[in-house]
C-alpha cells in the first residue's frame, strides 16, 4: 500500500527503446551504462519536506551551476537489484535494508532522511513503468540505484536546504567479466578509503572517489579490485572499493572484517546468516592482514570471497601488493563460496522457498 500522502504523477516517455533493442540489450547486458526509459524524482525543502513525487522519462537533469552537491559532494546513493522470477513476477531483495541504510546514509551527510516507504513505494512505481526491462535470462538483473542530493545553488559551506531524491534503472549482468571464476586484488598500500570518524560507513559519492586511484592502481597490476586497510594503523582488513569481504577457514569458520568504517553490507549480512544456519561460526571481528597471509600460508584459510549486490558472491583466488602475492588464481573456487553463492541466489531468483521473508514483490 502506497503512503497515503504519497501521489506520484505519472508521464511517460512517448519514445522508450524499441522493444527488439531493449531486448537484445537484455540477453547480455553490460553493467550500468544503458538505462530503463524512466526515472523517479521526489524533491525535498526545509520548508515543504518531501514534495511532488513524479516518473518521469529518463533523461537529463537541470542543474543550477552553483548546486551544492557539485561543489561539496553532499550526495548519497544506495544500490539493488529487481530479479524476475519464472513465473514472471518481479521481486527485490531486503530493500527496507537499503531504504534504512541510506537514511544512515542521508544523516552522516547531514541530508533530510528519506521514509521508508517513500523508498519501497519509488521503487514499485517505477517498476510499474519500466517492468519490462527486468530481465528473464539466467543470473541476469536489474540494477537500481536510487541517490538524493544537494541541489540549492549556495556556496555557503552548510547542509542543503534544497535537495533531490533520484531512482534510475540499468540491467545488470555480471560485475566482472570472468562470471563466477576467481578473481585477483590489489592490496592498497599508499591510499585509505576512509579514515576514524569520517563517511566510512555512509554510501556517499566521496569514499568512491577516494578509491579511483587505488583502483586505478589495481588495474595497472592486473587486479579486478582493489583492497584497504584501516587509516590508522595500515594493519586490518577493511574492505574492496565496492564490496566486503570474507574469509573462510579450514575448520569451518567464516571470518569478515569489523569496523566503523566500512559499509554494512547486505549482501554480507545475509550470506553470513546462510553460512550460520547451515552450522558454521561465523566471527565479526577486526582481522589483520598478516592473519589472512599466514592463513593463507599454513593452509588455515581455505577461501577468501567479495560479495555485494553488484559483485554478488565472487571468488577471490590471489591477493597482490607490491612485497607479495598470496593465493593461485588458476585454483578453482571454493567449494562454500559457490554453495553460499547458490543458496543467496536461489532465494533472489525464486528458485528455493524464502524462509527469512527477504525478497519483497515489486
Ligand atoms: N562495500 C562497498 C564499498 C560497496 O560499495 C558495497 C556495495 O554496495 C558493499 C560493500 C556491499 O554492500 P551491499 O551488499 O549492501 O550491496
Ligand atoms: C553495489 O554493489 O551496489 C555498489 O554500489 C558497488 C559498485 C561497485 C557498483
Redesign the pocket.
Known amino acids: 500500500m502506497a503512503p497515503k500522502d504519497l501521489v506520484f504523477q505519472v508521464s511517460h516517455n512517448d519514445s522508450p527503446m524499441p522493444a527488439a533493442e531493449r531486448d537484445a540489450i537484455l540477453a547480455d547486458p553490460p553493467f550500468g551504462s544503458v538505462f530503463t526509459d524512466h526515472m523517479v524524482d521526489i524533491c525535498w525543502s526545509e520548508k515543504g519536506g518531501w514534495h511532488r513525487p513524479r516518473v518521469q522519462p529518463y533523461g537529463p537533469i537541470a542543474m543550477d551551476p552553483a548546486a551544492a552537491v557539485l561543489h561539496y559532494g553532499q550526495e548519497i546513493f544506495?544500490?539493488?537489484k529487481a530479479y524476475r522470477h519464472a513465473d514472471g513476477s518481479i521481486w527485490s531483495f531486503r530493500p527496507d535494508?537499503?531504504a534504512l541504510?541510506m537514511q544512515r546514509s542521508a544523516k552522516r551527510m547531514a541530508l533530510p532522511e528519506l521514509p521508508a516507504d517513500y523508498f519501497l513505494e519509488s521503487l514499485k512505481q517505477l517498476i510499474a513503468v519500466d517492468g519490462a526491462w527486468v530481465p528473464s535470462a539466467p543470473e541476469m538483473s536489474l540494477y537500481i540505484r536510487p541517490y538524493m542530493y544537494a541541489k540549492e545553488a549556495f556556496l555557503g559551506v552548510r547542509a542543503a536546504k534544497k535537495v533531490a531524491f533520484y531512482i534510475i534503472a540499468a540491467p545488470a549482468g555480471p560485475y566482472f567479466s570472468g562470471g563466477v571464476k576467481p578473481v585477483s586484488i590489489w592490496l592498497s598500500t599508499d591510499y585509505s578509503?576512509a579514515g576514524k570518524g569520517g563517511t566510512g560507513q555512509a554510501?556517499t559519492g566521496g569514499?568512491?572517489a577516494a578509491?579511483l586511484v587505488a583502483q586505478a592502481e589495481a588495474a595497472e597490476h592486473g587486479c579486478a579490485q582493489v583492497l584497504f586497510l584501516d587509516s590508522v594503523e595500515g594493519k586490518y582488513l577493511e574492505?574492496?572499493?565496492?564490496?566486503?569481504i570474507v574469509l573462510v577457514y579450514k575448520d569451518g569458520r567464516v571470518v569478515t572484517p569489523q569496523s566503523d568504517t566500512?559499509?554494512?553490507?547486505?549482501?554480507?549480512?545475509?550470506i553470513l546468516q546462510l553460512a550460520e544456519d547451515a552450522g558454521h561460526t561465523v566471527e565479526r571481528r577486526p582481522v589483520t592482514l598478516e592473519e589472512w597471509r599466514d592463513g593463507v600460508e599454513s593452509g588455515d584459510i581455505v577461501e577468501a570471497f567479495a560479495?555485494?549486490?553488484?559483485?554478488v558472491v565472487t571468488p577471490i583466488g590471489q591477493l597482490k601488493s607490491k612485497d607479495f602475492t598470496i593465493g593461485d588464481l588458476d585454483q578453482p573456487a571454493g567449494p562454500l563460496t559457490l554453495a553460499l553463492r547458490e543458496k543467496l541466489t536461489d532465494i533472489q531468483y525464486g528458485r528455493q522457498p524464502d524462509p527469512y521473508g527477504w525478497m519483497f514483490r515489486l
Open positions: 544506495e544500490g539493488l535494508q537499503n541504510r578509503r554510501k569514499n568512491y578509491s574492505e574492496l572499493g565496492g564490496m566486503n566500512i559499509l554494512q553490507g547486505i549482501t554480507r549480512d545475509s560479495c555485494g549486490t553488484a559483485a
